[in-house]
């Protein structure tokens, strides 16, 4: 298993529950990404971990939305207090820090009803 | 702020033809640039990497050009095959900060 790895593959909650999502990227690299894509939006930036920098919170929606990276590998994405404009499919991404070629995970795909 | 735009947004071919997938980008100090294919209902594939100081990259039957000057890449497929059905993004890496802007991308049907 070389890839990103995402879970859960899918995700339906209600209005106002909070959630986690999960991802782990390749063994090795340094960097990681959160985007989330949704119909008539596209793909938007959200966070980016960079080894043990600071993160790039800026493209995060709204307080409700946060994110860790524990030990520099794995990271969770939470959002509190879920709304129906989050439904969207989360995608996570890895890079080494040398080439900066991003490879994505399956996505999570997340329903709020 | 980076815009990526790309032209068009979908595009029927008959399978064995050539085709061109149009990306452009309104700042030009980007880092590098990086095309993509999506699946339905998958994740991304990286497709090809482009670095700031090349002028293209090939990889099969896939080429891609970079002119930063203009703003603008090209990917090219060539011998197109129903496999090659997708949606094909292109995505901006700026300079100095860490995210990928990414286009709208462009769906390709390829027919038999």
């Known amino acids: 298993g070389a890839g990103v790895s995402q879970s859960p593959s899918n995700k339906v909650t209600e209005k106002g529950k909070d959630v986690e999502l999960r991802c782990d990227p390749i063994s090795g690299h340094t960097a990681l990404y959160w985007y989330r894509q949704s119909l008539g939006q596209g793909l938007e930036f959200l966070i980016y971990f960079q080894g043990n920098s600071a993160p790039d919170k800026s493209g995060l929606p709204s307080d409700r939305f946060s994110a860790e990276r524990t030990g520099g590998s794995v990271s969770t994405l939470t959002i509190q207090r879920t709304q129906q404009e989050d439904s969207a499919v989360y995608l996570c991404?890895?890079?080494?820090?040398?080439?900066?070629?991003?490879?994505f995970g399956p996505g999570t795909r997340l329903t709020v009803t | 702020k980076q815009e990526v735009t790309q032209i068009p947004a979908a595009l029927s071919v008959p399978e064995g033809e050539n085709l061109v997938l149009n990306c452009s980008f309104t700042d030009s100090a980007i880092y590098n640039l990086q095309w993509f294919r999506q699946d339905p209902g998958k994740g991304l594939t990286s497709l090809l990497l482009i670095q700031s100081s090349q002028r293209e990259q090939t990889s099969g039957r896939l080429n891609a050009s970079l002119d930063k000057s203009s703003g603008r890449s090209t990917l090219y497929i060539a011998a197109s095959q129903p496999g090659d059905s997708a949606t094909y993004l292109c995505?901006?890496?700026?300079?100095?900060?860490?995210?990928?802007?990414f286009g709208e991308g462009t769906q390709l049907t390829v027919n038999p």
């Open positions: 995505a901006a890496r700026e300079t100095s900060g860490s995210r990928l802007t």
């Open positions: 991404a890895s890079s080494s820090d040398r080439v900066y070629e991003q490879y």
